[in-house]
């Protein structure tokens, strides 16, 4: 069965400082592979996708992720952090030919001026 | 355009009695899910339907969740006999048909059963 690992809990950063939120995924055949983000009381937005094309994805709000098949990863980055970008992240699988998302437990981003 | 809608936005129920709980996706999406985030289990699926075939009902948590969709758009997720531990946010997404296309989530409706 396909998981998600997300290390990290809560990522504390600086305004202006570089984001990585850690994601590692598991599954016998190449997934899709999302980042989804969470603001306080609302719904998930999705930030990018990973579906097979470029391994490097770029985003929204200035987010970007690399798919490392060889690492089995899926990392968010972000070069510099903005007070906005606080919230909630989760990084999420999905195995081609099945629908449901597989999500991993989130990570919260606080950002310090 | 307009987003995926859930209603009511919050609901407190006392336990045992049943609840239901609206989405209406975004117009032309065929795929409609079901997922559950409460503190504890994290984000879990629970239930997809996609167009006419029979939906996925495999995430669903216990036989007193059940979820219908009527004529491809509005779904209701209903919670018989509600229990404590169905307190939760629950979140509807669409999408369109395949699984290369990302699903749009809605605000959530959060339950509270005391």
């Known amino acids: 069965a396909q998981s998600v690992t997300q290390l990290g809990s809560h990522v504390s950063v600086s305004e202006g400082a570089l984001v990585l939120l850690r994601c590692n995924y598991s599954?016998?055949?190449?997934?899709?592979l999302f980042w989804y983000v969470q603001y306080p009381n609302q719904g998930l937005q999705l930030l990018l996708k990973?579906?097979?094309?470029?391994?490097l994805v770029k985003g929204i709000n200035g987010f970007e992720a690399e798919f490392k098949k060889s690492e089995t990863s899926f990392h968010l980055t972000k070069p510099s952090a903005h007070m906005s970008d606080a919230a909630e992240y989760f990084c999420?699988?999905?195995?081609?030919?099945?629908?449901?998302?597989?999500f991993g437990t989130g990570t919260r981003l606080l950002v310090s001026p | 355009g307009a987003g995926v809608s859930q209603s009511p936005s919050n609901k407190v129920t006392e336990k045992g009695k049943d609840v239901e709980l609206r989405c209406d996706p975004i117009?032309?999406?065929?795929?409609l899910y079901w997922y559950r985030q409460s503190l504890g289990q994290g984000l879990e699926f629970l239930i997809y339907?996609?167009?006419?075939?029979?939906?996925?009902k495999s995430g669903l948590p216990s036989d007193r969740f059940s979820a219908e969709r009527t004529g491809g758009s509005v779904s209701t997720l209903t919670i018989q006999r509600t229990q404590q531990e169905d307190s939760a946010v629950y979140l509807c997404?669409?999408?369109?048909?395949?699984?290369?296309?990302?699903?749009?989530f809605g605000p959530g409706t959060r339950l509270t059963v005391t």
């Open positions: 999420a699988v999905r195995i081609r030919g099945f629908q449901k998302l597989v």
């Open positions: 339907f996609q167009g006419n075939s029979a939906p996925d």
């Open positions: 599954s016998s055949v190449p997934p899709y």
């Open positions: 990973y579906t097979s094309a470029a391994t």
């Open positions: 997404a669409s999408s369109l048909e395949g699984d290369r296309y990302e699903q749009y």
């Open positions: 117009s032309g999406h065929t795929a």
